[in-house]
């Protein structure tokens, strides 16, 4: 530990998802964690047991274009563990979100896992704004996919992924 504060690397967090795609609700949160750490690292799994619209590949780019000009936030993809990732990037923090009651259960087995399998890792939970509490990348799919705006949930950049992908897959 002495060691990670030594080379500033305690101050690391990683904000960890798939981000299929990211929403503004994920947004607020880097945003507002910016103010608590130098860095943050969003990593996207892959997962190659959960269905995406977007390939890690394309999800990896939406992200870098998002924050290419906020150098306190690094885009990268990880397999495996969480818990390893993070030491491998020598970050102590893991920040996750809580919209609701409902996202509790299973965010609090996962704090404990990862804490079991890391122990000097620190699980910290924000709450997104109100108004972002209902949002999930999965609704965002679904309106975009029937067609419906998706301008207030989404960066533009986004929108005009999430149209294209649907336009090619001739479903909006
Ligand atoms: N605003 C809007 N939406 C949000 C949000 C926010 N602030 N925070 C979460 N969400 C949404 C996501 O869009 C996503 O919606 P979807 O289900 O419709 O796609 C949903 O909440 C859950 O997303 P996310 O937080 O990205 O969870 P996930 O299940 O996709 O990913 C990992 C979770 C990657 C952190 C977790 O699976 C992991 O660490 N895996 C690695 C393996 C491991 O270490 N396992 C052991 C730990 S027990």
Known sequence: MAEHRRS??????IYPGSFDPITNG??????????FFPKIIVAVL?????????????????LRE?????????VHAFDGLL???????????VIRGLRA???FEAEFQMALMNHELNPSLEILFMMPRARYTF????????????GGSVRALVPA??????REKFRRLGRS
């Open 26 to 35: 994920h947004i607020d949160i880097i945003n507002r964690g910016i103010a």
């Open 8 to 13: 500033g690397h305690a101050k690391r967090a």
């Open 66 to 74: 998002i924050f290419r000009k906020q150098p306190a936030v690094a």
């Open 101 to 103: 009651v409902s996202d």
């Open 46 to 62: 892959r997962n190659p047991r959960k269905a995406t619209l977007f390939t890690v590949e394309e999800r990896l780019d939406i």
């Open 135 to 146: 949002l999930s990348s999965s609704i965002v799919k679904e309106v975009a996919s029937r």
């Open 157 to 162: 950049s986004v929108a005009a992924r999430l």
């Open 83 to 93: 818990a390893d990732f993070a030491k491998s990037q020598g970050a102590r923090v």
